[in-house]
């Protein structure tokens, strides 16, 4: 054990009833954990949240989509008989639509017609449904502004569907839309290719790859949108929010930083006489900065080290737990969820060491430069 | 305003000084044209001016003068506590004026001892381990630098309060640890500042009688700042600083 490592340790234990050097740093070792805990536990809060919308998303949502560089349908040919064949494991629905009104008993709403070549049932999704009043083996009117001549003139084309089922709506979704087989809605929309193609893969974590596994097997004039790409503005929006809460609950560290600061102040203060002692006796300046450097880094990593194991523990606990409930119906998920990253535990211990380090300099250096005969004659 | 002078040759015993003689043949300690000031403009005071020393080998040496005088300001000088602000000082044959700070401070551990008036012990630490200080700064093993301390407590009679703390000592106790602190590894140099100033008569004896014992068995050179002038009396030499009217 190094003499520093002696100093630090007599200074911190508060021997001989020196406990208020004890105290403060007891102080600010809580405050740096409090604040380590606290940042642990959002971000696990906010990644818990984040989570449970990916999740809906990828189940929910497309995985990727083919679409025309340019015009309004995909090119000819026989490439997507191939890609079907190529990645038989994805589900390739291609589509074209046509803005439509659909109608059941007197409620009307306009919605988004998909005519879908593999499906074999009609669909809509829940905003559809509950504008509509409708569920699963209702029926409903689709009106197309595709024209039929009848006797009496020019008509709107229209078509009485067997709802087949309801699907879940993504996050941010709340636009009506009905799926129809390709062959039951011809007629439906303007004659034409199809318009895109979406591609969903059999696990929903397998949605953030199918873009890059299809890449090459398109041709030129059609371009592949990543689920990525389609969840952009909803993802960054995460991430955006993310960042900032997290920033914003990183002050708290800082501010217990800087209450270690005062502590090193005035523990700096306090030993001054001592510390005068021992230059005298030989302690070079160096030393005694790198003797108050570690006892505020000390005090810092250890705070942030039980801090976050502290955090880590409880949110991993009410995640376990599921101790905070959400009402029904109202949230997608049961109970408040928590998710502790591996990430969120080294930012939280970083931005602990780094706080602590920062606050550690002033002090140190104040302490190192200190004129060993003012220390002296200090009482 | 006062300047810090002795005799016409501050090198010299002046006239008061009642040994001459220079034990060692050696210098240990050479001061010259020695000056130092504090404060600055008007306010200025001009403490040391062109003092000259030297210090043979061996030889114990007191520092006596009015309060004000400049002894402190010496023994921090020749301690290497303070830069002087002109003049040169040799310790043992080295020039110490270009030294750095770090420099400085493995001399001071190394070669000199030190005994200070206030601040004997530092209070977090046992007897035993604040004489075993300086070892422990030098890099020591915790273990053989408080082994070697607890030999010193036997030397100056404190063995039975190794492991006592500073608050449960008396002054004169505390006072006594600070010697066998200042002569733990074997220093050349002990520097005292009125290492009695804080004790009673006895005590302020018994304390000066221990320090000259390990003087002489440890072949130490010494200066010892006091007001005490019958202590000063019974060193090998006696400086006396006086005040005098500037200009």
Redesign the interface.
């Known amino acids: 054990?190094?003499?520093l490592h002696?100093l630090a340790g007599?200074?911190l234990?508060g021997?001989?009833?020196?406990t208020h050097v004890a105290a403060v740093s007891a102080i600010s070792f809580g405050a740096m954990a409090l604040g380590a805990a606290a940042l642990v536990i959002t971000l696990a809060l906010l990644e818990g949240f984040q989570a449970t919308i990916r999740a809906q998303l990828e189940r929910t949502g497309v995985h990727a989509v083919l679409r025309p560089r340019s015009g309004r349908s995909l090119p000819g040919g026989d490439w997507l008989a191939a890609l079907r064949k190529k990645h038989p494991d994805l589900q390739v629905r291609a589509l074209t639509s046509s803005a439509v009104w659909c109608l059941a008993g007197d409620a009307a709403t306009p919605a988004t017609l998909e005519l879908a070549d593999t499906l074999s049932r009609v669909e809509v999704n829940r905003v559809l449904a509950a504008r509509l009043g409708i569920g699963s083996g209702s029926s409903l009117t689709v009106a197309s502004p595709v024209l039929a001549l009848t006797p009496l003139g020019p008509m709107p084309t229209r078509r009485r569907l067997a709802v087949g089922a309801v699907r879940d709506v993504g996050p941010g979704e709340d636009g009506a839309t009905v799926w129809v087989p390709s062959g039951l809605g011809a007629g439906l929309v303007i004659a034409g290719g199809p318009q895109t193609v979406e591609l969903r893969a059999p696990a929903p974590e397998q949605a953030w790859d199918v873009a890059s596994r299809v890449h090459s097997d398109v041709p030129d004039g059609v371009d592949v949108v990543s689920f990525r790409d389609l969840n952009r503005p909803l993802l960054a929006a995460l991430q955006l929010e993310r960042a900032m809460i997290g920033v914003g609950v990183a002050l708290v560290i800082v501010v217990a930083a800087l209450n270690l600061l005062c502590n090193l102040a005035l523990l700096a203060a306090e030993k001054r006489?001592?510390v005068?002692?021992?230059?005298?006796?030989?302690?070079?300046?160096?030393?005694v900065r790198s003797l108050f450097l570690g006892l505020g880094i000390g005090v810092g990593a250890l705070g942030g080290v039980l801090g976050t194991a502290f955090g880590g523990s409880v949110a991993y606990l009410l995640d376990r737990t599921h101790a905070l409930p959400l009402p029904r119906g109202v949230f997608v998920v049961a109970h408040v969820p928590f998710r502790v990253t591996a990430s969120a535990m080294a930012l939280a211990l970083a931005v602990s060491l780094i706080s602590a380090l920062l606050a550690s300099l002033v002090p140190a250096r104040a302490a190192a430069r200190r004129d060993?005969?003012e220390g002296?004659r200090y009482? | 305003m006062s300047e810090a002078t002795s005799s016409p040759n501050a090198a010299l015993p002046n006239a008061q000084e009642r040994n001459n003689a220079v034990p060692g043949t050696s210098v240990a300690v050479r001061a010259v044209a020695l000056a130092k000031g504090y404060g600055g403009g008007d306010r200025r005071v001009e403490v040391l001016r062109g003092l000259d020393l030297d210090v043979a080998a061996g030889e114990m040496l007191a520092v006596v003068g009015p309060s004000g005088v400049g002894k402190s300001t010496l023994l921090h000088l020749l301690g290497l506590l303070d830069r002087p602000d002109g003049g040169s000082i040799e310790l043992f044959g080295e020039n110490v004026m270009p030294w750095t700070a770090e420099e400085r401070a493995r001399f001071r551990n190394r070669s000199l001892g030190f005994v200070f008036q206030f601040h004997a012990l530092l209070p977090e630490f046992t007897l035993a381990e604040n004489v075993a200080m300086p070892l422990l700064i030098g890099g020591q093993r915790r273990s053989s630098a408080v082994a070697e301390a607890r030999e010193l407590l036997v030397a100056v009679g404190l063995a039975a309060r190794a492991e006592h703390f500073p608050d449960q000592l008396s002054g004169g106790e505390q006072q006594r640890g600070a010697v066998a602190r200042a002569l733990v590894g074997s220093p050349r140099l002990l520097l005292a500042d009125e290492p009695t100033g804080n004790l009673d008569a006895a005590n302020a004896e018994a304390l000066f009688e221990l320090v000259q014992t390990l003087h002489l068995s440890r072949g130490l050179t010494s200066v010892i700042v006091t007001h005490n002038e019958a202590l000063a009396g019974r060193c090998d030499r006696v400086l006396r600083l006086t005040g005098a009217a500037d200009g």
């Open positions: 054990m190094s003499v002696l007599r200074y234990l021997l001989r009833r020196r006489a001592d005068a002692l021992l230059a005298a006796l030989g302690l070079p300046p160096e030393r060993i005969l002296l009482e």
